[in-house]
């Protein structure tokens, strides 16, 4: 059997990347000095996990399609980010949005990319470890 990981890491991978579901879903052990697909389908090593896999254990975990999906990670990351402060268009260039020209162009606000990533995993991070946890009313002024 090939190396592989199941989705459980790719739901612990997910957030901290918040990259399109099918670029995580494609991602290939090259891209991480290795070999493979990270995430690849359970019937081949040749083809990536299917889209199905990501939200169908979303829906096995009680997410409804209106609480989360597989694309939801890239929304909540950038809604939270701009709510932080950091540069608009640093959280859309890591979110690859900006068009053709920004296609091109990889190294735009890398260096508050960087820090913008790190201090995204800190905050997860200290999720995880229960702490500063803001409810979503405080946002919305319900």
Do not use: C
């Not at 040749?46 to 999906?69: A, D, Q, W």
């Amino acid at each position: 059997m090939w190396a592989t990981f199941r989705p459980a890491a790719l739901y612990k991978l997910a957030p901290l990347v918040f990259v399109r579901p099918t670029e995580l879903r494609h991602a290939e052990w090259v891209e991480f000095d290795l070999v493979k697909y990270l995430f690849s389908s359970i019937r081949s090593a040749s083809r990536p996990m299917s889209e199905n896999t990501i939200n169908g254990t979303l829906r096995r975990l009680g997410y409804t399609k209106y609480e989360m999906t597989g694309h939801g990670f890239r929304s909540m990351a950038s809604t939270l980010l701009n709510e932080q402060g950091w540069h608009s268009d640093a959280i859309e260039r890591q979110l690859a949005q900006n068009g053709v020209r920004a296609t091109y162009n990889y190294a735009e606000h890398m260096p508050e990319r960087v820090k913008m990533m790190q201090s995204w995993a800190d905050y997860l991070e200290g999720l995880r470890g229960g702490g500063d946890i803001i409810p979503i009313s405080h946002f919305g002024g319900v």
